[in-house]
């Protein structure tokens, strides 16, 4: 071999080892930006788990809470139920044995008692509000309207 073909060679070959480092130098960068953006994806996935489960653990203590107070209020309720039927357990009592009792509990009640117990409950002011818009008001006892007399 000549001389100028083996220095040629040598360059060649530089020229290739270097093509190649540089190359290997783009695939190590592209690795790094891929493994970075790995990286904060698997960060925000797991703050985004750590999300779910505190939303789940805040969910789980606000059914035991509802759980507990449903308890409450079936317990109380049982207690309204009972006092009820013993009330009206002595009110049937007091009319039985009681004949002044028995006759004013046989009158009939004043028209403006009956409407109102035929009308249905109001549950708001929005209910109130409604029901005088459809003319149906409430009025005092013994406070009937002018055409009513």
């Known amino acids: 071999m000549s001389l100028p073909s083996l ?3 040598r360059l060649g070959i ?3 080892v270097l093509a190649a480092g540089g190359a290997g130098y783009e695939y190590t960068r592209l690795l790094q930006a891929r493994l970075a953006g790995a990286t904060a994806a698997a960060s925000q996935a797991r703050q985004d ?3 779910r489960d505190a939303v789940i653990a805040r969910l789980t203590t606000q059914v035991r809470e509802q759980d507990a107070q ?4 079936e317990r ?3 207690q309204v139920d ?7 357990q002595q ?3 007091l009319i039985d044995e009681n004949q002044a009792i028995r006759a004013w509990a046989d009158t009939a009640l004043p028209d403006d008692v009956v409407r109102l117990h035929a009308s249905p409950a109001l549950v708001g ?5 409604q029901r005088l818009r459809d003319g149906d008001a409430l009025h005092a006892a013994g406070d009937a309207p002018a055409q009513q007399r």
């Open 125 to 129: 002011a929005d209910d109130y509000a």
């Open 70 to 73: 449903r308890a409450q209020l």
């Open 82 to 88: 009972a006092r009820l039927a013993s009330y009206q």
């Open 91 to 93: 009110l049937r009592k």
């Open 49 to 51: 788990a750590d999300a």
């Open 14 to 16: 530089a020229l290739a």
């Open 76 to 78: 109380t309720r049982g």
């Open 7 to 9: 220095s040629g060679l």
